[in-house]
């Protein structure tokens, strides 16, 4: 038989014993235990206040490339309301009137984001940044009182980027970007919903939130001060490979004039699969898909350890198969059908032989700029330096970058949903699909830009609206370094054509 009195007696003494202790060991448990119970509940506390890492999720593809995360609040991420109040303190450092919309950005009804904006609860707080959409997803209005239509993987069109920095960076540098300011106003927008910040975040969390954004937005106005004595990109550009050497901190001061002022258009990036393998980006400078996102996240402030892959993963999938949106306006078939004639005979063999199908003796190919003539900054703003330095990018990652290259000329690319893709060629310097059948001297020399009212005859939007309900639209000079709007021009190019011809080329392409 077992024998359980011993362990029973055991128990019995266990029990008793905390009461035999003196007061005194009592005592300095007790200052012991207590103080570790509330660090470990304060803790706790913590860890559900600002641990936790949760982005806005959309089961609906098209809403999460609008509105989901890449993974760049985690680094770059504004926090929300600060990001709300400063069109309300702010508004004279924006443009015009309209808060964010004065930046070109697009509001959806009943949303509080624009598109191309995401959210994240990152350390306590929710964070805001851009996303893909920012840069590529526009509208497009038939008259200058219709609703306007969104399109998604088009160019943002409307969206200027450097106006949306220089907004950010002003209010950072403005006195009233301060707690003293701020967070009244975080309070009131939340007091009208009926909500309002707690004690720990009007005292401790704001104030530090607003110190460390002010300190961030100084350090990256400093970072670009390069591009400020650069001529506007204006909507729609972006200089994107002298950032991206801002990015690895090149010496930006000692770049010279030739690679300065290299203002990129925002491409169209739907129908990615027949693009596999082909050099893409307007100089051809890369051949791979994934690379060329991996790289374009960039622009949305992640970085190799913050990046989203299942996020991007998902766009990325999504934008292979994506097919350019139908032209929405009457085309006359029978021009059409002279056009197509005359397409592949001039067009094919460098744009692909149709509509979806990419097959061309060139396409995905580099044109020698001897021979395109177009502006040559963009393509010698990518330096042999550069390309190397995107080598070393990942590096440790098994998707290391390694298809970057320096070239020699412009890309042949494919014209799907060319007719969303206006102002053409890689700085949008000729507004019209009609323009770009014309010589330089023929073709527009100063324009507007931004507006995104349609004109279907010329085939791109209209560029002579200056202003319309207090928006500003950019005058775009072609005269200015970077914006050169001559090339593309010969016989081969279709220049030399008859009237009725390029009319013909201009509704066949209507059908792409
Ligand atoms: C700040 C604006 C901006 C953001 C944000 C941005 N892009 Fe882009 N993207 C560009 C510009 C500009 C180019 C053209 C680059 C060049 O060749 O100069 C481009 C090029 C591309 C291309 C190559 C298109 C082609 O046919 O040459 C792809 C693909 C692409 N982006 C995908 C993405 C994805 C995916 C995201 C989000 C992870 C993204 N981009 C975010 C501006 C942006
Ligand atoms: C030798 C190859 C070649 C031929 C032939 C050619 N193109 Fe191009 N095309 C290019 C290159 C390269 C670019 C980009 C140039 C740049 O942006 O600087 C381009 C740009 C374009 C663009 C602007 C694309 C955009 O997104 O802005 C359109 C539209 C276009 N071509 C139409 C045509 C048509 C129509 C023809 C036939 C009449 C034609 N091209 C003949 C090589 C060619």
């Not at 330095?389 to 990942?394: A, E, H, I, R, V």
């Not at 200015?480 to 080329?505: D, I, Q």
Request: aromatic share 12%; hydrophobic share 35%; glycine share 8%.
């Amino acid at each position: 038989m077992a024998d359980y009195s011993a362990a029973s007696k055991k128990t019995v003494e266990q029990r008793e014993a905390p009461s035999r202790r003196k007061p005194w060991v009592r005592l300095l448990l007790a200052l012991l235990i207590t103080p570790t119970i509330l660090m470990i509940l304060f803790g706790i506390y913590l860890v559900a206040r600002f641990g936790g890492d949760t982005p806005v999720v959309y089961d609906n593809i098209e809403e999460h490339f609008k509105y989901g995360s890449t993974g760049g609040e985690r680094m770059a991420g504004i926090p929300y309301w600060i990001f709300q109040a400063l069109p309300r303190l702010f508004p004279h450092h924006l443009p015009g009137p309209g808060g964010y919309k004065s930046l070109g950005l697009i509001f959806e009804e009943g949303k509080d984001l624009p598109v191309g904006m995401s959210k994240r609860h990152h350390l306590g707080m929710d964070r805001t940044f851009l996303n893909c959409a920012v840069c590529h997803a526009s509208t497009v209005r038939d008259t200058p009182q219709s609703k306007p239509r969104l399109y998604l993987a088009m160019p943002a069109n409307t969206f200027d980027v450097k106006a949306f920095q220089r907004f950010l960076f002003a209010c950072a540098r403005d006195p009233k970007f301060s707690k003293k300011f701020i967070v009244p106003e975080v309070r009131r927008m939340l007091q009208e919903r009926g909500q309002d910040l707690d004690l720990m975040d009007r005292y401790i969390v704001y104030p530090a939130a607003i110190w460390i954004a002010r300190e961030q937005l100084l350090d990256l106005s400093g970072r670009f001060d390069w591009a400020v004595d650069q001529y506007d990109w204006g909507p729609g550009r972006v200089d994107t490979f002298n950032v991206a050497k801002m990015l690895f901190s090149f010496p930006m001061d000692r770049m010279g004039d030739h690679e300065q002022n290299a203002p990129s258009d925002f491409p169209s990036i739907w129908f990615q699969e027949p693009r596999q393998g082909m050099q893409l980006h307007w100089d051809g400078n890369n051949t791979k898909v994934e690379e060329r996102n991996k790289s374009a996240a960039f622009g949305t402030g992640t970085t190799p350890p913050t990046i989203d892959l299942e996020a991007i993963g998902r766009v990325e999938k999504w934008l292979l198969k994506l097919e350019a949106p139908k032209y929405p306006y009457p085309v006359d078939q029978a021009k059409a059908a002279q056009g197509a004639g005359l397409y592949k005979e001039y067009c094919a063999a460098c744009h692909g032989a149709g509509p979806r199908d990419f097959s061309g003796a060139y396409v995905g190919k580099v044109t020698p700029i001897e021979e395109i003539g177009t502006d040559r900054h963009r393509l010698d703003s990518y330096s042999y330096e550069l390309a190397v330095n995107q080598s070393t990018l990942y590096a440790g990652y098994p998707w290391r970058f390694t298809h970057f290259r320096k070239t020699f000329g412009y890309a042949n690319m494919p014209l799907d949903g060319i007719w969303l893709r206006a102002p053409y060629l890689h700085n949008g310097s000729v507004p019209t699909l009609r323009d770009l059948l014309e010589r330089t001297p023929q073709r527009p020399k100063v324009f507007y830009r931004g507006y995104d009212v349609y004109d279907p005859v010329k085939v791109g939007f209209r560029t002579d609206v200056a202003e319309e309900g207090g928006r500003k639209y950019f005058k775009f000079d072609t005269a200015v370094p970077g914006n050169g709007n001559a090339g593309h021009e010969g016989e081969r190019f279709g220049t030399e054509l008859g009237s009725g011809e390029k009319e013909a080329l201009v509704e066949y392409l209507k059908t792409f």
